[in-house]
């Protein structure tokens, strides 16, 4: 399909413009649709939430609730924003959009279906760990720059926890690279092909658990939500945004919440690829079609993980900040390099579905 | 042409954002020149097709280092630290330190110049080429002993760092989490059985 398209735009353009024109075509789409899906991840939040605890949720606008998203975004854009006294004006105003950057930009490597993603690179995981480690500057520069000290505890608390989290996801991702042998999110997808018996889920499934739940961590989901602790510092560091600033931030939280669903996927999931795709009596009936790689098998464990990110939130109670400082340095850490090690027995010993790859 | 154009419109921006470090009174807006003259370098590496230096770059330089910096940097008084911030005392060596390096790009051109064999400009790789992966042969064949030589100086680091800070201070009061979680209620709460009384 990309290859028509930039044959039909070669006609028009001359030659590195067409290139130029159908990756700047595939960013604006793609960006679009996760902009779509965060819109109504915010309405499946609220009833979700609202489900588990026996209420309706937002019903009002539009059939069953529907176009409560857009209302909720043209109130926002159309408040007014207000940028308070002693603050830091060109901060104030930057640290949302560094905020959503990194989250949207993210997505340039990962793949949504065979053949298809925007910047096939090799050091895809790289760059990946590059720049959701990005992310924090827009949250510790908004508590700095509100000049408030509830947004600078929120900040302070969110940049221990980030930095904290950020290693226990790295080392879980170096057992899927391991296993891979590769740095392309593509190989990565292609070396769990076969089936759900060869997911890394299955296999590294301690490092699945660390990866996902430093996720939630890393993008201040309850139960890790202390840098913005309504009960304790009103809202952290966002707590004198407002209108479109504050809207921005919400975006970015949830883009990168769609994101963590997303990576977690590809890294240990499957990405694209069908849990059925090694039952061979599927094949020549009608259910064929649900054992191939296909964009529904990646929508639905997204939609899984976002589903996670929403059940915790419901269930658990926020954890206390030391709680949180000894889960991440004393637990996940050391669960993380055990199974590394644990892993390379593995290796040696040609256990497990990689190691016909290697 | 295209390439060259990157080139110096990145190295553009390199040298502003470093001069922005150097100049700049506010310490955050230092800081956060720092982090962009980081994030250019890593993109000038990338033209080099040193993609896997270009990403530790910004995961380790402006993921980790820079945070902790711009941790710090906040929890001082920035009013007074503006108005300490002086150039001064730190002319001489600064100035030491910024003509030996001078001297040491201008050796580079020369070197260039003279058209010595070690400065040959190398063959771009094709698209296919792995620099991590040649990069990770290298380092665990030729160089390992100096590799795992390096690993371990810094866990050593670490653990120093580590067993620095840690001081027992006397009256310090502190958690047990295996014991708050293994807690049983009847440790805790204690039921009364009461008779009911009425006045009547």
């Known amino acids: 399909m990309a290859n028509q398209l930039q044959q039909l735009l070669g006609r028009f353009l001359p030659e590195p413009f067409d290139w130029l ?5 595939q960013i604006l789409v793609l960006i679009v649709c996760v902009i779509l899906c965060v819109a109504y991840l915010t309405l499946a939040e609220r009833k979700v939430i609202g489900f588990m605890q026996s209420r309706i949720g937002p019903n009002r606008v539009g059939p069953g609730g529907l176009l409560q998203p857009f209302a909720d975004v043209i109130k926002l854009m159309l408040k007014e924003v207000i940028v308070p006294n002693r603050s830091n004006n060109f901060l104030f105003v930057v640290a949302p959009l560094l905020a959503i950057v990194p989250a949207l930009a993210t997505w340039a490597v990962i793949p949504l279906f065979p053949g298809f993603v925007i910047a096939d690179i090799n050091a895809g995981l790289l760059y990946v760990l590059a720049l959701t480690s990005l992310g924090v500057y827009g949250v510790l520069l908004a508590g700095w720059a509100t000049n408030s000290k509830y947004a600078l505890l929120g900040a302070m608390r969110s940049a221990a926890q980030i930095v904290a989290y950020e290693i226990a996801m790295g080392f879980a991702l170096v057992g899927v690279l391991m296993a891979s042998g590769s740095l392309n999110l593509g190989d990565i997808i292609e070396a769990q092909s076969g089936g759900v018996s060869n997911w890394f889920a299955i296999w590294l499934f301690p490092l699945f658990i660390v990866y996902f739940i430093s996720g939630v961590a890393e993008t201040n989901r309850a139960p890790f939500d202390v840098a913005e602790g309504e009960s304790e510092i009103v809202a952290g560091f966002h707590v004198e945004y407002s209108g479109i600033t504050f809207a921005i931030f919400f975006l970015a939280e949830y883009a990168n919440i769609i994101l963590i669903a997303a990576l977690t996927s590809v890294m240990f999931c499957g990405g694209w690829e069908s849990p059925f795709a090694g039952w061979e009596f599927l094949q020549g009936t009608v259910f064929a079609v649900i054992a191939n790689p296909s964009l529904a098998w990646f929508a639905v ?26 889960l991440g340095w004393k637990i996940f850490i050391p669960v993380t390099i055990v199974w590394i090690v644990v892993e390379c027995g593995m290796l040696l010993l040609k256990v497990g579905p990689w190691s016909v790859v290697s | 042409m295209a390439e060259q154009i990157v080139f110096y419109a990145f190295s553009g921006l390199l040298i502003i954002a470093a001069l922005g470090v150097v100049v ?57 630290a503006t108005l300490s911030a002086r150039f001064a005392p730190n002319l001489l060596p600064g100035l030491i330190v910024g003509a030996v390096s001078l001297a040491e790009l201008l050796v580079v051109v020369w070197v260039r110049r003279e058209g010595l064999p070690i400065a040959a400009v190398p063959e771009p790789h094709p698209a296919d080429y792995s620099n991590t992966l040649e990069l990770g042969k290298i380092l ?14 810094l866990l050593l680091a670490i653990v120093a760092a580590i067993v620095l800070t840690m001081r027992e201070r006397p009256g310090l009061k502190k958690q047990n989490i295996s014991q708050q979680v293994s807690v049983r209620k009847e440790d805790r709460v204690r039921l009364v059985k009461m008779e009911p009384e009425s006045d009547a």
């Open chain 1, 301 to 326: 464990k997204i939609a899984f993980f976002l589903f996670c990110f929403l059940w915790f939130r419901a269930t658990f109670p926020r954890y206390r900040y030391d709680q949180i400082m000894r």
């Open chain 1, 21 to 25: 024109a159908l990756t700047v075509l």
């Open chain 2, 24 to 80: 700049s009174r506010n310490p955050i807006n230092a800081v956060m020149s720092l982090v962009l003259c980081f994030v250019t370098s890593a993109a000038i590496w990338l033209l080099l097709e040193a993609e896997f230096l270009a990403m530790i770059l910004v995961l380790v330089y402006v993921g980790a280092v820079m945070v902790l910096f711009v941790f710090v940097v906040m929890m001082q008084d920035i009013e007074s």
């Open chain 2, 140 to 153: 665990y064949t030729q160089y390992v002993y100096a590799f795992e030589l390096a690993a371990f100086l």
